[in-house]
C-alpha cells in the first residue's frame, strides 16, 4: 500500500481557500467559521504584510492542540510577529531619507 501523504500548502503563506482545503479537504466551506472561532484560542492571524497565515505556525497550532509535539517557546510570545512593525518602521526610514533628498 503506498504511503500517503499528508496535505501541504503551496507555500509559507497561503491564502484562506488554500489553507481551508489543506486542513478541511471536502468541508473547506466551513473555515471561515471555524477559523474566526480558533483565532480566539489562538490559531495564528493573517498576516498584514504577507497576506496568509504563516503555515508552520498554523501547524505548530494544531500540533500543540492535540499533544502531537513538544510545545515550543514560540507558544509563549505575547503577540505573533508578522514582521509588521518592521515593515513600517523601514517604510518610515526610507520616506524619511527620500524627503531629505528633495530640494526645498
Do not use: C, H
Not at 500548502?9 to 473547506?28: C, F, M
Not at 471555524?34 to 483565532?39: D, F, Y
Not at 508578522?82 to 518602521?89: F, I, Q, T, V
Request: charged share 40%; aromatic share 8%.
Amino acid at each position: 500500500m503506498p504511503e500517503r501523504r499528508r496535505p501541504e500548502p503551496t507555500s509559507l503563506y497561503p491564502d484562506e481557500k488554500e489553507l481551508a482545503r489543506v486542513i478541511l479537504g471536502d468541508r473547506a466551506s466551513e473555515w471561515p467559521r471555524i477559523a474566526k472561532m480558533e483565532e480566539r484560542n489562538g490559531l495564528p492571524p493573517i498576516s498584514a504584510v504577507y497576506g496568509g497565515r504563516y503555515w508552520p505556525a498554523i501547524r505548530a497550532f494544531f500540533d500543540r492542540r492535540y499533544k502531537l509535539e513538544a510545545v515550543t517557546s514560540l507558544e509563549q510570545e505575547e503577540e505573533p510577529n508578522d514582521g509588521l512593525a518592521e515593515w513600517k518602521a523601514e517604510r518610515a526610514r526610507i520616506a524619511a531619507a527620500k524627503a531629505k533628498k528633495r530640494p526645498d
